[in-house]
């Protein structure tokens, strides 16, 4: 095709590219796998009720030893709801160093992230519609919709808890 299109060319390469930085050598799965330890990764998903409201559910889950480390259901996830379920989450100061998570309106808000930096969290964002950068909380969300969600239909707000509740502590 080059052949035809000769203004498709490219010129000579003239190479006055800086030298890659430190945080673009290490590529982000290379950073999931040095800092599995010390990385939550956390998202939300969204569950139908019987009378078809929409409830949001909280998944918390440890990287290095896939621990769903906390979880949480609501109808209206917000800031403040946020920063108590990491409250939550983080008893005596067990904490990660890292957290990982989406660019959801809610996790990126400066309310959310003063409160990171003011816990020591580092806010680790994945890019726009990349699943594959919060690897383990996505999976558990899927494993959470096959073995659970596929096949039971909440009520309500507590009963959506309670379902969790029992599978995330008697089952996963």
């Known amino acids: 095709i080059a052949k035809y299109l000769a203004s498709l060319k490219k010129p000579p390469s003239t190479d006055t590219r800086k030298p890659p930085t430190e945080k673009q050598i290490q590529s982000w799965n290379t950073f999931l796998t040095n800092h599995a330890f010390e990385t939550w990764g956390m998202d939300f998903f969204t569950v139908p009720t019987l009378f078809f409201k929409t409830l949001f559910g909280l998944v918390i889950i440890n990287h290095g030893t896939r621990k769903i480390e906390h979880f949480a259901v609501t109808t209206n996830p917000n800031a403040g709801w946020l920063i108590q379920q990491m409250r939550n989450a983080t008893p ?15 996790f990126v808000s400066h309310a959310f992230q003063d409160f990171l930096k003011a816990s020591g969290i580092k806010s680790k964002r994945t890019s726009y519609k990349s699943p594959w950068q919060n690897p383990y909380a996505e999976r558990v969300i899927g494993t959470l919709r096959q073995e659970l969600l596929n096949h039971i239909i909440p009520i309500n707000q507590k009963h959506l808890h309670y379902l969790l509740s029992e599978y995330v502590h008697k089952y996963y």
């Open 92 to 106: 005596y100061d067990h904490k990660p160093k890292y957290l990982v998570h989406d660019n959801d309106a809610v």
